[in-house]
């Protein structure tokens, strides 16, 4: 026994509790490398739903000054869908309340009026614009209705005359109103459609 080395003799506990150190130190550097990559992801999540909140934003809330930067920004915008397909009772289209407003404006605007050609072609858009104006305030402020409106004047001269139209038509929804008047000189015919847009 004389050539012998003896190494000293570790505790198993020992080498246990060593080991074991070294691999909480490893486990901890890798907890530490994962919540650093789950904190980058969060503030990307983050970025993209502000993201997705301003493209939501309505224009019709914008505000400022245009410049050529603000209309690259509207133009980004998107509007989010409310997956309405029939507009509310207080905004249907009432077929006698447009009528009421259309008799309203040609038996204001047409009493005592003689037939001209000239004036009579500028008075048809004048009314036409002021039908549309007080038709759209009659809907209410957030309807959805597109408003179309033709306004025919002629002299009457004995003939007879016929007016038509034609239109894609989602019979629920879209509606129409017209009224006559009529003078000694001349008529007028107002329609008046609204079409539901989604």
């Known amino acids: 026994m004389q050539g012998e080395t003896r190494h000293p003799q570790r505790d198993p506990l020992q080498l246990d509790s060593a080991t074991q150190a070294q691999h909480e130190t490893t486990q901890f550097s890798r907890d530490v490398t994962q919540l650093s990559r789950d904190a980058t992801q969060i503030n990307s999540l983050k970025q993209k739903s502000v993201q997705i909140s301003n493209r939501r934003m309505s224009t019709s809330t914008y505000q400022g000054s245009t410049t050529s930067e603000d209309t690259h920004v509207q133009s980004q915008l998107a509007y989010e869908n409310t997956y309405q397909l029939e507009p509310y009772l207080h905004q249907q289209f009432s077929v006698k309340r447009i009528q009421d407003i259309i008799k309203a404006i040609f038996i204001q605007k047409l009493e005592n009026i003689k037939y001209t050609s ?23 402020f957030n309807n959805r209705y597109k408003i179309v409106v033709m306004v025919t004047m002629a002299p009457r001269q004995s003939q007879a005359i016929q007016i038509a139209s034609r239109c894609m038509w989602y019979t629920p929804t879209d509606k129409f109103a017209s009224w006559e008047f009529t003078a000694d000189t001349f008529f007028a015919v107002g329609v008046v459609f609204g079409l539901y847009y989604e």
């Open 118 to 140: 000239e004036s009579f072609r500028l008075l048809s858009i004048q009314l036409s614009e002021q039908i549309k104006t007080q038709v759209k305030q009659e809907l209410s």
